[in-house]
């Protein structure tokens, strides 16, 4: 029994405490006086009992109830009823006396009040009674204020002396003796919980979908919070989301009503189930990890930050579905014709029940089969018990769903095993429906009908337990009247006699103690244990062929046993490779222990290493929780097999297996240890019921009893705990000792254990432990005890064994802490006794030093073993020059992202892994091996790649895919889009990969450019004099300006750096070695200062220097421009505008420039040095190209010097005397600068289709008429009816405006009063976005350029007209930020274009990305990130975009005539890039392979892109990564030659062979980063006179060597077309395509770049006759063979062919091109003679031939372009070029022979409808009953036929409106088909007729 209320408390308005504004309440009296002694008084009931505070009221309100609940310290709740009414208050003051009061009362008297204080009544009980609270509070506070004759000390004292039975399902009716009779009922099962209606009404406030995130937000611990206007309402929030937690218990704090006192509680670390008053709304809005849910408004809110778990599919839709029919039953029948009569809604106190049936019946499909988890530790004297959550979650098949995670790791959940653990105790209806209700549950998912039967049974039984006696509930509780609160003379509540209550209290209580109360005994049993656990997910689930799988591995480990070597060895990789599955791991270690008890442990060699790596890639594939169940299975075997190495010395199966984490991972090893120590006591209780006949006697009189042996630890425990009380004192004492001592022994078994799996056979290599373990068992640690046995246990070890090396030392004191926590821990748990406990700690180190010892003979025995036979290292072919500079390292390749070589997706042969070596040269570092799998067979793997492309070298430890243990390796990854994944064997000591590594870092940043492998090839690299090393600190620079300025002075400066002239053998080295700690971008040196005036100490003299200037690539491409010539500014031509200055030929003038440059004529070569300062490192602008047609220029510099104070700053200015006026002055050069480049550009457009070429006067006109002209010719142009020279139909564009992502954005600059800039609209700048549209229209970025007004629609005026309404002369594209202070003087006829680029810095990022997406190092867990979408985010194919479209608008500008200069960034980077690819697009002539090659030597090396700097090439760039602009350069001319595979004379190999070469050091032409550098090296020009100074090899004369002897780099489908000489390709991003340079590889040969160039002539003949003899039927895998060379190709057989019978008829073989030509002539005196045959074609019909004619005119056939000459490589080159069509080689020639072409010529065809009459080539065709019409006559692609099949006659007619003229009228006929009528007209009457007759003689003829 327990008393129905412990405390009756009144509170009231404090007066005292209202000075600081705020309220407070008091307690004025409570009862009873003195606390009980099983409960204290709760603290704080003042604030509770007013959560809003205590405030006054004007008014009387009306009375108000709800309840609050307090937790103790010990976790008890008590809640308290809260019944306030408001008292009238006469003196605010607070000054009256009690004697005032009491003569107040007996005169009764008192005047109306203006103010009302609150006052409380306040009962608290640790019972849950709400409704009898409510009746009890009601009748005293009735009985007070309708002032009833009862007196209400009586009242209060009933209150404490009625006392509850506990026992469930018990009544009790009592009076408080004011005329009420109460019941009071208890629930049949205290542990159930009781809600009434709350739990329903949740639901309606809610609704469905948000109380399930409540649900799942309470049982994942997050912190939830309701707010609402109704404290009542916030109580039965609380108690109805705690409710739905059952079986579950909330420990964290919950409070239901929050005081405003205590809302900084809210930010408490810890979750919380709190309700707060919605007045506090605003303060509970800054909350940023609580979910907030407005009870009134029905909402939540979570936050941002808190990701919520659901519950897992499928329950998480059963759930919301039979909540849903549960909730809303008319939504079943809401569609029905005839809907049933309107029933009455259902019993809310039902509904409830309903609903919380369906979260019971969810959480016993949740924790089904949970207690074959348990596992049993100890049974007596109390029962330890712990949950093996890894073996649960992993057979629900839920180890990835983080909600049961979660909730199997929280509080709640802890408390749910340890309350329901036990397997004898009081069970409930939670305990039935798991064990027995669960299949049912099943059934009834696919059923509503029976699932909704089910939840009602449910929700009955619910209900009993509630309302067990529904009958007997007839209360009757007297209420107050109504309105009696607003009565306006109603006394003060009376202070009660405490006294007196105390002594009826204690009369009532000692009725009580005389009378013995009935106890009803809590009824235990044994708890049912169910079903095992089953998969949640099992119905999604496919088995994948297992069983299959599972026969291997068991014939596999029978082959082993049986020793049958051969067959082991076919089926061990499909046996490995089958073990990633979890069955087959599973029967792996049943085979394996069946071989155990079959005494099969001793092993020969052979027979140990198989099965250890099975164990190991058993291990090795298991996901993390699933881990433990395969691992506990292995541990056993692990010290079962074992193999003889000598006398006395076995190494077991432990020592090979131990590099897995798992054997570091506390809570496996504590999963591990339960389970065994619950067999072990398990079977002590097993052996004494054998033992005790007698107890198993009882239990057979009880009933049919399980069978012994089939008894589970808790069966067992449960007789026993039932036994327990009945058991006298000794032998209680002897079953604890047992279990006690069973634990203990376990514990040792299982520390042995431990230190044979932790303590490494080579202590060398253990790296387990080492900086992982020991934090988290630091943390993990909950003993104070074992923290100081362990540390002086592990000092006393360290102490003794002086003499053990620090190495050793140190392992064993790591192996030491982790046992010793290991073992305290668990002990603790188990109830080990502390003495046993430390006897144990003082074991370990023993057993650690004993191990050591013994393994320490093993592993000395284990070297000795005759090594496994592996495969003999093959040494792969060098280049000539090349040497090893280590040897071999065996090594295992591992196959990495790429999944071609593993099979992978597509199938095919598992070349990798491979076995093999790895070596360094000084040149590559190349893998040469064997594939692992022996069904490959043998082929040989090579994977090699420049050291110099090395990006990145990481150490990695790689799971040995043959040994399947961990080893050491490395990952290679290299910017030829190569990665080399090793790891090293057992041999290779780390010593030895230390070499390596040093060697390779060695190799791949040489001190010298000689070392460089460019010069090293059959050379001896030159005395090198390197500079002294000077201090690297920012002095450096001021200390270099003065010695310009000094040197200046005294006019001895010399060009090369100080030390120059010291030794004349010296080479100079790269000063930039010294200034490694500079920033890349900012080059204020020696070097690039001054402007350093020419010198005579040059090795050579000037004179010979220009000679050599002249052979440069730059002069002869400005001769063949027609750019000027060489002269002084002193000799003027009046014809030409431009001329070649020779004012940079000793790199005085800008030392990244080339010696010679095309500059305006009328600018004198002294003033180009001011101009020159403008710019960055003086790169000022000058011409690089000219239109031949336009005659319109190119233009580059670098970027304009800002105008502000970093201006100044980076303005390369010696003369710092002055800045003002220097500064002043250069811009003013600059101006001067740009009005003669403006005078000396023409003007060009065209009028009526005449070519008018205009050239400004330079000084007849003055500024102002120029202007004017300039503006006229704009209006001329208006008013002409315009045709610009820009095909627009074939642009990269149609419909600009309405591109989404656009590439210019206005900028609104206000128009300065001398600016002409942006007076005739705005100009637009080139945005650079992040992210470019994936339906990205076709733009033509021309017109959009040109259109000022992008409001206009589209279509209003023609794109033509629109760009050349104010085109200006010339287009500057600068960066915006360096435009921004830039002025023009307002006469100059020129427009800046603000550009945003892409940084390098982006570059950089994107091909790092790029990289890891095309050769990723592993095979990406997420099945998400896929190679297009990585690619994608990779951003380099907007960036191609970017630069081509900004290519394609200087190329239309040039082409409409208007001059560009590009000022970008420094002018090395992004304008190269841009630049090259204008003139490319422009001028046919580079793209050839001498024009292609010009372009690069003049635009990429002499222009100076920092080519070793951005491609990493030396030390002093190593910090800055790879930047590769000239590979971004390289793969924007391979996306236009995709576009374009006619126009360029090279194919695509030539370009991989670039991309490749570029950054190898295989050749010389792209080491340095200018011309002035390559001088200074002496690489720049051949020394004709001295043979030996010709050091390193040029990659043009290697290219032109190659192509004279095979058409490895020609494009068979060459054929350019003379009228379309622009390219306008359409470069969306839809059309770019991913280059196969990227991702292509072979494995059989390596790179196919390097070795075309290897091998001797001789070497490749005998190889190809031997190929050619036994060529047959051959397997090409895509990442092995070459597919170029597995692919037919005719040209090159047939050139073979020609060559071989030459070879033959003993004639000297004529070159490959050579017989091309003849053919090619041949083919065009065809063509001719095939058009003199039809001369008769129309002038009208002068459309431009397509590529594609074209291209069937010339060429012999339509081919992929592959290399020639085949036959006479070892290998194939890749494919080069264009994708094969899949028509067959001469489908598409239809030769026009008179058999299919009975009668042609041309007739004039009327267009359908209102057009006009149009010639055409008609061919009557009789083989196919035919009337085609082309375009002309040489056109093959037919434009259109009439079927003559439909033709009912042909008839003469008369000449029609619109005909042509000078025709006859009997010309004239019509043809009439079935369809429509055609009207033709032939040139002659004669003609007519003929066409008429033949036409009708083949319609009769059909």
Known sequence: MSRLVDYLIVVGYDHEKTGSGEGYGKIIQRFPQKDWDDTPFPQGIEMFCQPGGWQLSRERKQPTLFMVVLTDIDSDRHYCACLTFFEAEINLQGSKHEGEEEEDEESGLIQPAQVFAPKSLVLVSRLHFPDIFRACLGLIYTVYVDSLHFPLEGLIANLFTCLVPVAGGSQKLFSLGAGDRQLIQTPLNGSLPVTHTSVALLFQQLGIQNVLSLFCAVLTEHKVLFHSTSYQRLGDACRALEALMFPLKYSYPYIPILPTQLLEVLSTPTPFIIGVHSMFQSEIQELLDVIIADLDGGTIKIPECIHLSHIPEPLLQQTQAALSMVLHPDLEVADHAFPPLRTAPSNAKLLDKEVRAVFLRLFAQLFQGYRSCLQLIRIHAEPVIHFHKTAFLGQCGLIENDFLTKVLDGMAFAGFVSDRGPPYRACDLFDEIVAFDIQRIKEEDENSTKMLKHIRELSEQLFKNENPNPHMAFQKVPRPTEGSHMRVHVLPFPKINEDKIQTLIQEGLAKYQNTAPPVRVEKKCVVPAGQPVVSIMAKTESVFNSARRLEVVRSCISFIFDNKVLETEKTLPAALRALKGKAARQCLTQELSLHVKQNRAILDHQQFDYIVRMMNCALQDCSSSEEYSVATALLPLTTAFYRKLAPGVNQFAYTCIQDHPIWTNQQFWEATFYSDVQNQIRALYLNATEDRPELSLKQKERGPAVPDHEKTAMDLAAEQLRAWPCLSKEKQQELVKNEESTVFSQAIHYASLMVYLLVPLDTSKNKLLRGCAAGDWESGSNSIVTNSVAGSVAESFDTESGFEDSENSDIANSVVRFITRFIDKVCTESGVTQDHIKNLHSMIPGIVAMQMETLEAVHRESKRLPPIQKPKILRPPLLPGEEFVSEGLRVVLDPDGREEATGGMLGGPHILPAEGALFLTTYRLIFKGTPHDPLVGEQTVIRSFPVATLTKEKKITIQNQLQQNMQEGLQLRSATFQLIKVAFDEEVSSEMVEIFKKHMQKVRYPQSIFSMFAFAAGQVAPQIILPKQKEKNTSFRTLSKTIVKGAKKAGKMTIGRQYTAKKKTGTLVDEKGNRTTWNEDDDVSVSDDGELPTSSTLKVSEKSTMEQLVERACFRDYQRLGMGTISGSSSRSKTEQFRITTVNRMYSLCRSYPGLLVVPHSVQDSSLQKVARSYRHNRLPVVCWKHSKTKAVLLRSGGFHGKGVTGLFKTPNPHTAAPASSESSSSLEQEKYLQALLSAIPIYFRMNGNNTLTRRPTLALSPGSERRTSRMSSVMKQVVPVHLDLPFSNSFARGVIGYRDKLFTHSNQKPAPKERVHSQGVWASLRSSSRFSHQLPTVDVGARLASKDTTQPVGSETLQAQLLKQQAALYIFGEKSHLKGFKFDLTM??????????????????????????????????????????????????????????????????????????????????????????????????????????????????????????????????????????????????????????????????????????????????????????????????????????????????????????????????????????????????????????????????????????????????????????????????????????????????????????????????????????????????????????????????????????????????????????????????????????????????????????????????????????????????????????????????????????????????????????????????????????????????????????????????
């Open 1389 to 1902: 006829n020129c427009e800046l274009v603000p550009v945003e680029c892409v940084d390098i810095r982006q570059v950089k990022a994107s091909f790092k990305k790029l990289m890891r997406s095309c050769v990723p190092s592993s095979i990406p867990s997420d099945n998400e990130v896929t190679f297009l979408k990585s690619l994608e985010e990779s951003e380099w194919m907007q960036q191609l975009h970017k630069i081509m479209q900004l290519a394609l608008i200087l190329a239309e500008l040039l082409d409409s005539g208007s001059s560009v200069m590009v000022s970008l960034e420094d002018g090395w980077d992004i304008s190269t890039q841009v630049v090259s690819l204008v003139q490319l697009l422009s001028d046919p002539f580079y793209r050839t392979l001498e024009g292609f090659q010009m372009l690069i030597e003049k635009e990429w090396l002499s222009f100076g892109h920092k080519f070793s700097q951005r491609s990493n090439l030396t030390p002093s760039s190593q910090g800055s990564g790879l930047t590769p602009l000239f590979l971004q350069f390289l793969d924007c001319v391979h996306q236009i030659h995709n576009l374009y595979p006619m126009e360029f004379e090279f194919n695509q190999y030539y370009l991989k062979f670039l991309a490749y070469h570029y950054v190898s050091n295989r050749f010389k032409t792209f080491l340095l980063d200018s011309d002035y550098e390559r001088l200074e090296h002496g690489t720049l020009f051949e020394d004709k006179g001295d043979k030996q100074a010709k050091k390193g090899i040029c990659i043009w004369e290697c290219i032109n060597r190659m192509h004279k002897r095979s058409p490895l780099f020609f494009n068979y489908l060459y054929g350019p077309t003379e009228s379309e000489q622009v390219l306008k390709p359409c470069i969306n991003i839809s059309n770019l395509k991913k280059w196969d340079y990227y991702t292509g590889e072979t494995l059989s040969t390596g790179p196919s770049y390097d070795w075309k160039m290897g091998l001797t002539r001789a070497e490749s003949t005998e190889e190809s006759d031997c190929v050619v003899s036994t060529s047959k039927r051959t397997i090409v895998w895509p990442c092995y063979s070459s597919v170029s060379r597995a692919q037919p190709d005719a040209i090159t057989k047939l050139l073979a062919d020609i060559e071989r019978l030459e070879s033959e008829l003993n004639q000297s073989p004529e070159g490959w091109q050579v017989t091309l030509e003849k053919v090619k002539v041949s083919i065009k005196e065809d063509i001719k003679l095939e058009r003199s045959l039809h001369k008769q074609t129309s002038s009208a019909s002068g459309l431009i031939p397509t590529n594609l004619q074209n291209f069937q005119r010339r060429s012999m056939l339509h081919l992929p372009d592959s290399s020639l000459g085949e036959e006479n490589s070892p290998t194939a080159s890749e494919s080069n070029g264009v994708n094969r069509r899949a028509a067959t080689l001469y489908n598409q020639f239809t030769s026009k022979n008179e058999e299919s072409r009975s009668f042609e010529g041309i007739l004039f065809k009327r267009g359908a409808l209102l057009k006009g009459w149009k010639p055409r080539w008609f061919v009557l065709d009789i083989t196919k009953h035919q009337l085609r019409y082309y375009d002309t006559g040489e056109d093959t692609n037919c434009r259109g036929h009439i079927d003559l099949a439909e033709v009912e006659s042909v008839i003469p007619t008369a000449p029609t409106i619109g005909a042509p003229k000078h025709v006859n009228e009997k010309a004239f006929f019509d043809l009439k088909t079935t369809k429509r009528m055609y009207n033709f007209c032939a040139q002659d009457a004669q003609m007519a007729q003929q066409w008429v007759d033949k036409i009708q003689s083949c319609v009769s003829d059909a």
